[in-house]
């Protein structure tokens, strides 16, 4: 199994990045997924969510309005789009794949970087 995450970097603040997450060793669709962050000294936190058929997505209330969550399971990949970063938006962000099927299934990605400079 693998989560490949993508995309992060360096950004100024009112920038946008997008994240991708590549994944395999697992059937895509029946999962739901999820981006989490992590910034340093601080817990991980959820980001954003999207079912596994793409018909329910959540957010965290400080990204709503400015991240998008979207997955293709024909390529088995989930993006965020991040738009009018700020420099609190700066952490190690996390792909999550969840499945509930006898009981708790789930897997991590190694995390991709973002930095937003003020």
């Known amino acids: 199994v693998q989560l490949v995450e993508s995309g992060g970097g360096l950004v100024q603040a009112g920038g946008s990045l997008r994240l991708s997450c590549a994944a395999s060793g697992f059937t895509f669709s029946d999962y739901g997924m999820s981006w989490f962050r992590q910034a340093l000294g601080k817990e991980r936190e959820l980001v954003a969510a999207i079912g596994s058929d793409d018909s329910i997505t959540n957010y965290a209330d400080s990204v709503k309005d400015r991240f998008v969550i979207s997955r293709d399971n024909a390529k088995n990949t989930v993006a965020l789009q991040m738009n009018s970063l700020k420099p609190e938006d700066t952490a190690m962000y996390y792909c999550?794949?969840?499945?509930?099927?006898?009981?708790?299934?789930?897997?991590w990605g190694q995390g991709t970087q973002v930095t937003v400079s003020s």
């Open positions: 999550h794949a969840l499945r509930f099927f006898r009981g708790k299934v789930d897997y």
